[in-house]
């Protein structure tokens, strides 16, 4: 089993592209999550999705999207992208929200806004 | 919202002293304490957890304690060794159930 798969790894952007994270587990989660991570700011919570289906606001969701395409699937959807994303960003899964709260974490988005 | 303040940012330990990394909360219906440890250049990974219900646990050099009346939690690491330099996140989960982490704790250990 792979786990939590992030792509891309690596990304830079200039001021008002947009583009797509994608996330897929392979661990039969309910609950997905898209966390970003700053100096001195720990992880902070963008949105979450408790089942498929289902997609709710975190601590920080303003400037993205998500999609919970299918159980497997969660992507995040930055529209216009501002230098203040410039973070890595973390998917990660849990059984779930509820019963369940152990995140498995993929490896990171590392993405630059310019 | 759950509030979660973690301290020290920093903790610099000789190898083979203990580590203590404090956290609060500040939702009283928070019910569930976990902690991840972050080596450097990789992905959080859970190292313990403690629920409500219990005040102490522990694993091998590890160990968690809660006081729900003062709302604070914390991690205590003994017999330190240059592999538990990592970044430690505490986080509570609210009652909405989604887990609010701490701004983390950058752990060195000095052979």
């Known amino acids: 089993n792979a786990g939590v798969t992030q792509t891309p790894k690596f990304q830079v952007l200039k001021t008002g592209q947009s583009m797509t994270l994608q996330c897929a587990q392979d661990?039969?989660?309910?609950?997905m999550y898209w966390y970003r991570q700053d100096p001195g700011m720990g992880l902070r919570l963008i949105y979450y999705?408790?089942?498929?289906?289902?997609?709710d606001k975190g601590e920080v969701p303003n400037g993205y999207n998500v999609s919970r395409l299918n159980k497997r699937e969660f992507s995040l959807r930055l529209e216009s992208a501002a230098p203040s994303q410039t973070s890595v960003y973390f998917c990660?899964?849990?059984?779930?929200?509820?019963?369940?709260?152990?995140?498995?974490f993929g490896s990171g988005t590392q993405l630059s806004v310019l | 919202g759950e509030n979660v303040e973690q301290h020290p940012s920093t903790l610099s330990v000789q190898e083979g002293d203990s580590a203590v990394i404090k956290c609060t909360y500040s939702?009283?219906?928070?019910?569930?304490f976990p902690w991840y440890k972050q080596e450097l250049g990789k992905r959080p990974q859970l190292i313990i957890d403690?629920?409500?219900?219990?005040g102490e646990k522990k694993d091998q050099r590890i160990a968690v304690t809660l006081n729900k009346t003062a709302k604070h939690f914390s991690l205590h690491i003994t017999e330190t060794q240059p592999e538990d330099s990592a970044v430690y996140f505490c986080?509570?989960?609210?009652?909405?159930?989604?887990?609010?982490f701490g701004s983390g704790t950058r752990l060195l250990v000095r052979p």
């Open positions: 990660a899964s849990s059984e779930h929200l509820q019963i369940n709260e152990k995140l498995f």
């Open positions: 661990m039969n989660h309910n609950s």
């Open positions: 999705s408790a089942s498929e289906g289902t997609t």
């Open positions: 939702d009283s219906a928070s019910n569930y």
């Open positions: 403690i629920r409500s219900n219990v």
């Open positions: 986080a509570a989960r609210d009652s909405s159930y989604k887990l609010i």
